[in-house]
């Protein structure tokens, strides 16, 4: 009988242990009640429990568990002085005190993150303790100490984890140590020291108003910018034609101041020798209204 116990055991134990990171030495939580029902069936938990958990134990409890057992009186006084030698953890209700049940329910919540295994002889207890995933229970049968099966919702959890819809408590603080080794986690006073930006105005240049441009701006640019007009080149017979019509000209005002002067032909022949005559033709009317007479 003791081996079967034993191998059920083993195998919750294995169950737990792969599915939500349970670790020895297994810390366990004692209540009055089970404190109460040890006392009677003459059980030494010290010794006892690692053999039957085939592994190193922590008895603990709470200040709740050992006040309740102060106001309960005499009746109860072996099981306070076993609850006395237990490790005493810290509960959330340092100031205000509850009942035993309430305190320890509230030690296995958010998914039981310090792995407490969870012994009590109160039925309502247990019914809640079963109805929240992860959370292993003890109980005493026939003055022997049983280690019950997963409830249905630890199971349906585990499952849920399998097919990828969950991730359990375990694999979040796996995932959290990896993060804090490589240092993408940051402390959280260093996000306390982050300053939130103020909501600031608009920019101050882009508030200002236009300059007008100025028109002494405008003509200094003008003058800078000067055009550039373009010499068209004349052709040769153009300049050929102004040449002789220029000695025409010429011709005609030294032929008239000969006439003028009586006839002189040597002033004549002396201006027409200054320049050689290239091509003879004959003379074109003057430009002004006088009429000249032919040579």
Same mark, same amino acid.
């Given at each position: ?24 030495? *297994? ?8 404190? $109460? ?6 059980? $030494?938990? %010290? ?69 407490? !295994? ?20 003890? !109980?005493?049968? $026939? ?13 349906? !959890? ?9 991730? @359990? ?44 441009? /100025? ?19 004349? @052709? /040769? ?6 040449? $002789? ?8 005002? *030294? ?16 201006? /027409?020798?200054?320049?050689? %005559? ?8 003057? /430009? ?8």
């Amino acid at each position: 009988m003791k081996i079967t116990r034993q191998k059920h055991a083993k195998k919750h134990l294995g169950f737990f242990r792969n599915n939500f990171g349970v670790r020895e030495p *297994y810390q366990i939580l004692l209540d009055g009640t089970f404190c $109460q029902a040890a006392l009677r069936g003459r059980i $030494q938990l %010290r010794e006892q429990l690692p053999r039957y958990l085939m592994a190193e134990t922590q008895l603990c409890t709470t200040r709740c568990v050992l006040k309740e057992l102060e106001t309960l009186g005499k009746d109860l006084y072996g099981a306070k002085l076993i609850a006395q030698k237990c490790q005493v953890r810290n509960c959330p209700h340092f100031k205000n005190a509850v009942s035993g049940s309430e305190c320890l329910l509230s030690m296995v919540e958010d998914g039981n993150p310090h792995h407490y !295994f969870l012994a009590t002889q109160d039925q309502n207890l247990s019914m809640k303790v079963k109805k929240k995933p992860g959370i292993p229970l003890m !109980f005493i049968i $026939q003055n022997t100490i049983v280690l019950d099966k997963p409830s249905p919702k630890t199971i349906a !959890f585990v499952k849920a984890v399998e097919s990828g819809q969950l991730v @359990s408590v375990h694999e979040k603080q796996s995932i959290r140590q990896l993060k804090e080794e490589q240092g993408l986690v940051k402390d959280p006073e260093q996000r306390r020291r982050k300053k939130r930006k103020k909501v600031s105005g608009p920019n101050p240049l882009s508030c200002l108003k236009k300059k007008k441009k /100025t028109q002494d701006t405008n003509s200094s640019a003008s003058e800078k910018k000067r055009k550039r007009k373009r010499i068209r080149n004349r @052709s /040769t017979s153009e300049v050929l034609s102004e040449k $002789q019509n220029a000695e025409g000209h010429r011709e005609q005002i *030294y032929g008239y101041q000969g006439e003028k002067d009586g006839g002189d032909t040597e002033s004549c022949a002396k201006a /027409t020798d200054m320049e050689p %005559r290239t091509n003879q033709r004959a003379p074109e009317e003057p /430009t002004s209204g006088t009429e000249q007479t032919p040579l």
